[in-house]
């Protein structure tokens, strides 16, 4: 079972910028894509980003393309979310994931069994 934990949302003017962090607890080494959803108010949820194979491959929604970094750290089983040149749009709750599957990584929810709690940005 793997346990994942949210944070460093917050409210930010636009333009601002914000790094969140979800930190892994428990069986993680068979996840090998992690990624970052969001939840806009009215909206469903959408893969904004992922890191998969290993570690060296990424995918972005077009999005936040330029605008948002994923990043992982093995040593402290960690995943990160720097985002920058936020707009009014990216306002949502942030949820990390991880999971295990055996094709390119696209932050589709459906391939994630492991989920965080969320952490709201608010721009």
């Known amino acids: 079972h793997v346990q994942l934990v949210e944070s460093g949302g917050g409210s930010v003017q636009p333009g601002g910028s914000l790094r969140l962090s979800c930190t892994a607890s428990?069986?993680?080494?068979?996840?090998?894509?992690l990624a970052w959803f969001r939840q806009s108010p009215g909206k469903e949820r959408e893969g904004v980003a992922a890191?998969?194979?290993?570690?060296?491959?990424?995918y972005y929604a077009d999005s936040v393309k330029g605008r948002f970094t994923i990043s992982r750290n093995n040593n402290e089983n960690a995943i990160y979310l720097q985002v920058t040149d936020l707009e009014p749009e990216d306002t949502g709750v942030y949820y990390c994931?991880?999971?295990?599957?055996?094709?390119?990584?696209?932050?589709?929810?459906?391939?994630?069994?492991?989920w965080g709690q969320g952490t709201q940005v608010t721009v």
């Open positions: 890191v998969y194979g290993r570690g060296d491959r990424y």
């Open positions: 994931a991880a999971g295990s599957i055996s094709h390119p990584c696209r932050a589709v929810s459906s391939d994630f069994v492991y």
């Open positions: 428990g069986n993680t080494i068979n996840s090998n894509c």
